[in-house]
Nanobody, 123 residues
């Protein structure tokens, strides 16, 4: 079964940076829209960023626009989320997701999910 594996989470001070990686187990994911979502304790999973298979214009949640950048390396079957100027409210479990459709901000649309990686931003 195709898998997504996130790495790169950790503890960082406010204003710091982290880069998350999502490695896909199959090259077929190069034809998928890839998204990042996050979930804070007691809150619903929310959209962070997504980009489609052909590397077109990505979409970002307003809360991360200008601070986070999504990118993909098709040769490595890997999607990245560069997170700069981190804030305590960015704390949560970050999930990578994939769907063979155009970009969507709705988590229920995505068919493949990673296990998540914890990001904690201290004030």
């Amino acid at each position: 079964q195709a898998q997504l594996v996130e790495t790169g989470g950790g503890l960082v001070q406010a204003g710091g940076s982290l880069r998350l990686s999502c490695a896909a187990s199959e090259r077929s994911f190069n034809a998928y829209t890839m998204g990042w979502f996050r979930q804070a304790p007691g809150k619903e999973r929310e959209f962070v960023a997504a980009m489609n298979w052909n590397g077109g214009k990505p979409e970002y949640a307003d809360s991360v626009k200008g601070r986070f950048t999504i990118s993909r390396d098709s040769a490595k079957n890997t999607v990245y989320l560069q997170m700069n100027s981190l804030k305590p409210e960015d704390t949560g479990v970050y999930y990578c997701a994939a769907v063979r459709l155009r970009i969507s901000r709705a988590p229920e649309v995505y068919t493949h999910w990673g296990q998540g990686t914890q990001v904690t931003v201290s004030s």
